[in-house]
């Protein structure tokens, strides 16, 4: 990658001013030009190579200026204060919270581990393009790491696949985290990959066909250009395959891995249109049908959900959706960011999207032992979701495995800490009741009544987690 190869694939999104950028290009070059990496290659080959990942997360001017630089305050002799003079705060900070994460040593040990994920948390909350910048550092080591040592390559993969893989799930950069997965299994196990990777391949050629006939089907029904669409094939990442076989036990031949296709369109109306087309060509599968377009995940993912089964009895799994939402689906809270400097499009409710994020990593500050810390990480991460309608039809998602305790805390800290019992479809349930998808609850409260030790194993959520802690700590019930 060139710089002008780079400022061409920036402009293609934005409009800013690339003075700074291509000044940074030219300082980073120089400051490592000393250095060489494990390939052989130019050290700065590196810094250019997450520049241009960051380019096409579409990232702004600063946050691709600092990609370029991001290794410069721990590897050169460049000192804080003169980085800083030279570019100014903004700039600064983002490559010094990317310093501050690579200072991190983490270690096997899972307490010490979880603390640094703590740390390293806390410590990009205040700006995600520090995490995003770091998330495109590592896949590009992931992506060159046949050059170290089988040791460190272990090392490296393990941090990836169980750290950096569920971060990125978490903000939503789907291929990233699928590329990071895919990548660290290679290294992990690397007779397992080989064996995987055949097959898939194969399965996925035979497919070609049905993916074909779908397409020709579709056409066949949205009678000349209506409804504007393109019809993509979505390859599943082999590491989500390798883990449904360990979790079913199975070969892979015997795992049932469905042909998965997406239908992106221009508009909101039209998915819908696109969705009744689907239905009427196809026979659906019943009860496959999810709406994330009204009722959106987490980390702010929207489509349409389907599974239809084909002539030949194959079941064929759908995602419509438009293409805003298609660049979410892969780019995440990335895809959102570079709006912030107001440019064209900016999203108005950026701040209130992204409000999940800071109410979580305030949880997380709450909680103080590793342990809790580390099984709240995964608990929150678990990307299946239930959604619960409150008594006056709001809808809650929650993670799987969620209480009436979790959604209680939901709705408000009062009507968690006097949370007796609920309704849930007008039944009587108990506190530690599993909520499933769908399920209409209502919180029987007592006034008077207080959060108890043991529902510290009953709330699966953090947020409830760190409410129920908070009120056994003001009233003298846990040390800590
Ligand atoms: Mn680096």
Request: aromatic share 10%; with cysteine.
């Given at each position: 990658?060139?710089?002008d ?12 001013d ?36 960051l ?10 200026a ?17 980085f ?20 991190l ?26 995490i ?21 390559q272990?090392e ?27 990548l ?20 996925y ?20 250009g ?29 795992i ?7 239908v ?8 819908y ?21 009204a ?34 689906s ?40 590793p ?48 949370c ?10 108990r ?17 008077n009544?207080?959060?108890k ?10 947020g ?17």
């Amino acid at each position: 990658m060139e710089l002008d190869e780079l400022l061409k694939k920036f402009h293609e999104y934005s409009t800013q001013d690339t003075t700074v950028l291509e000044y940074a290009w030219k300082y980073s070059k120089e400051a490592h030009n000393d250095q060489k990496r494990a390939s052989g290659e130019m050290y700065f080959v590196h810094c250019a190579a997450v520049a241009e990942i960051l380019v096409g997360y579409r990232m702004d001017q600063e946050t691709v200026a600092a990609g370029l630089m991001h290794d410069v305050l721990e590897d050169t002799k460049i000192t804080h204060d003169i980085f800083r003079k030279e570019f100014g705060e903004e700039i600064y900070a983002l490559v010094a919270g990317v310093t501050k994460i690579e200072a991190l040593k983490f270690s096997s040990r899972d307490e010490a581990q979880a603390e640094n994920w703590r740390k390293m948390i806390l410590a990009t909350a205040k700006d995600i393009r520090v995490i995003v910048i770091k998330l495109a550092d590592r896949l590009h080591n992931m992506r060159t790491l046949n050059f170290l040592p089988r040791e460190k390559q272990l090392e490296i993969s393990h941090e990836t696949i169980s750290l950096y893989a569920p971060l990125a799930q978490r903000l939503g950069i789907f291929q990233l985290k699928s590329e990071m997965e895919d990548l660290s299994f290679k290294f992990l196990f690397p007779d397992e990959y080989q064996s995987l990777s055949a097959k898939a391949q194969l399965r996925y050629a035979m497919r070609e066909k049905l993916l074909e006939d779908f397409r020709v089907e579709l056409e066949k029904h949205l009678d000349g250009g209506q409804v504007p669409h393109r019809v993509l094939s979505r390859a599943k990442n082999l590491y989500s395959i390798y883990r449904k076989m360990l979790r079913q036990e199975k070969p892979f031949e015997e795992i049932q891995d469905a042909l998965g296709i997406r239908v992106i369109t221009d508009s909101v109306i039209n998915c819908y249109a696109l969705l009744g087309t689907v239905h009427s060509v196809f026979k659906p599968v019943a009860g496959s049908f999810t709406d994330y377009i009204a009722v959106p995940k987490m980390n702010l993912y929207q489509s349409l959900h389907t599974s239809v089964m084909a002539a030949s009895g194959e079941i064929i799994e759908i995602q419509i959706r438009t293409e805003d939402m298609h660049r979410t689906s892969e780019y995440g809270i990335a895809a959102h960011w570079r709006y912030k400097m107001g440019e064209k499009g900016a999203d108005k409710h950026l701040d209130e999207k992204l409000n999940w994020l800071r109410q979580w990593i305030e949880w997380l500050q709450d909680l103080s032992s590793p342990r809790e810390f580390i099984e709240s990480f995964k608990t929150d991460l678990e990307l299946d979701q239930i959604f619960i309608f409150t008594p006056k039809g709001e809808v809650k998602p929650l993670p799987v495995g969620a209480t009436p305790i979790d959604f209680a805390y939901t709705i408000h800290t009062d009507i968690g800490n006097t949370c007796i019992g609920a309704k849930v479809n007008n039944k009587m349930a108990r506190i530690d009741h599993a909520l499933k998808s769908g399920d209409l609850c209502e919180i029987v409260t007592r006034r008077n009544s207080a959060p108890k030790k043991d529902w510290l194993s009953i709330a699966k959520t953090a947020g409830a987690r760190s409410h129920i802690r908070k009120y056994l700590r003001e009233h003298g019930q846990l040390q800590d």
